[in-house]
């Protein structure tokens, strides 16, 4: 039998595990711990579907709505649905990830259609919630479904129509199976061993899936606990052993197997039960996924980006900016879901007015400075972080990425008219900015 004969069978398990994963975790529940309002997850989720637009007209935006669709219904869900306890509320939302996956997987492989949307798309519900309303199970919500999603869409290019998708849900939902089962003690060596001993000899074996796409997610669990690990103590050489690690591990994974390693090794990296800061570096390594996507998009793979240029100076200054600045000062209580949502809408603005005013060297060199804070706020160097940052970058990341086509098109403007955008956009952040001022800032 040829791996593609093997894909209904696969998707089968893969769903088995993922739905008796989710019926595990709300088994005999009381009641949910985290819960925010409904009417503030629907502005989230209504927030979010207007940078989805942006997407091109035509079988791409309805990938690109279709992907918002199933994240705001993994955002219902991971909310709404009770769960047995607070940890059973992140392996949900770890499972939950990989709904949009299991829904689109009937489209993939259409030769008109950019999965990249899609799973862009489906981020923003979470994150603009997760920002809004900062709680542990909105940010693993958020990236998880980037870290699912980004890995679906890579290896979707590598292999067979749905053998891919169907191998993320598979490792994603093998990973939270053995974290919820393996003993805590030692569990930063076991759950890595015991996650190659499941997938390993199916995925190179059976499936002939690439490679990369068998060890990565080894390297990620390992390197999920070896952050654990390190982020134990407050010391300065703990935090700089974790950005170590962070940005060591990626590189590796990006040296040796390419996009289709960091991928899958991100994917089982957010499964295996990282919290808090290290939520930040997984968003690291999914904004770094989504640099290489927007090379790929532009011109830029093939002439270079030059970050000594002003412009390119000037975006990696903002993207650096766009998530320090919001995430140092909270948004407090404000009155109202909108003003909560103020400063994550500042700074999407300001990220799509750098690419559409500066150019799309700008909008990539931003998205490099985001790689930048991210990994620094996770190792614990910089300002504290929590949940809200996790929200904030992936929002941004998202934005920037379905904003591409849109970027192109306002730069092609004659220069009054792009420093009239311009313009507005600064006003506009700068309002947006002043009206989520709160008082609980100033103790912040």
Same mark, same amino acid.
Do not use: N
């Given at each position: ?84 306890? &607070? ?33 862009? &798309? ?230 799509? &007015? ?82 989520? &001022? ?7």
């Amino acid at each position: 039998m040829t791996p593609v004969d093997w894909l209904p069978w696969l998707r089968i398990l893969a769903l088995t595990l993922v739905a008796s994963g989710l019926v595990k975790v709300w088994r005999g529940a009381a009641g949910g711990g985290e819960r925010p309002p409904v009417r503030m997850l629907l502005t989230a989720a209504g927030l979010g579907l207007l940078p989805a637009m942006l997407a091109p007209f035509g079988p791409k935006l309805f990938f690109a709505v279709g992907g918002w669709a199933s994240g705001a219904l993994a955002l219902g869900l991971v909310m709404l649905l009770p769960v047995a306890s &607070a940890r059973g509320g992140l392996h949900a939302a770890a499972l939950l990830s990989t709904l949009p996956v299991a829904v689109l997987a009937p489209w993939a492989g259409r030769p008109d259609i950019e999965s990249g949307y899609a799973f862009a &798309a489906a981020v923003l519900p979470a994150a603009s919630a997760a920002a809004m309303v900062p709680t542990a199970v909105l940010a693993r919500l958020a990236i998880g479904l980037a870290a699912t999603g980004a890995a679906a869409h890579v290896l979707g290019r590598f292999t067979a129509d749905g053998l891919g998708w169907a191998w993320v849900m598979l490792t994603v939902a093998a990973a939270v199976w053995l974290d919820d089962r393996l003993p805590a003690r030692g569990a930063a060596i076991s759950r890595p061993v015991a996650l190659a001993a499941l997938t390993a000899p199916v995925g190179l074996w059976l499936l002939e899936m690439p490679p990369a796409a068998c060890w990565a997610p080894v390297v990620g669990t390992l390197s999920a606990g070896a952050l654990g690990l390190a982020g134990e103590g407050q010391a300065a050489a703990l935090r700089v052993a974790r950005l170590v690690v962070a940005g060591g591990v990626m590189l590796l994974l990006v040296r040796l197997g390419g996009a289709a390693a960091l991928a899958t090794g991100l994917a089982a990296m957010v499964a295996t039960g990282i919290e808090g800061a290290s939520l930040l570096v997984a968003g690291a390594w999914w904004t770094r996924l989504m640099v290489q996507e927007h090379l790929d998009r532009s011109w830029l793979g093939r002439e270079g980006v030059d970050l000594t240029h002003p412009y390119a100076l000037a975006g990696l200054l903002a993207g650096m900016a766009a998530l320090a600045i919001p995430g140092a000062g909270g948004i407090g209580e404000a009155p109202s879901d909108i003003r909560r949502l103020m400063r994550p809408v500042a700074a999407w603005l300001a990220i799509v &007015a750098v690419g559409s005013v500066l150019g799309l060297e700008a909008a990539g060199a931003a998205l490099m400075g985001l790689v930048a804070m991210a990994l620094l706020l996770g190792s614990g160097i910089g300002a504290p972080s929590g949940p809200r940052d996790v929200g904030l970058l992936t929002g941004l990341v998202a934005v920037a990425t379905l904003a591409g086509p849109a970027m192109v098109t306002l730069g092609g403007l004659e220069r009054p008219w792009r420093l009239a955008l311009a313009s507005v956009a600064i006003v506009l952040a700068a309002w947006s900015w002043h009206q989520a &001022a709160e008082p609980a800032d100033a103790a912040v």
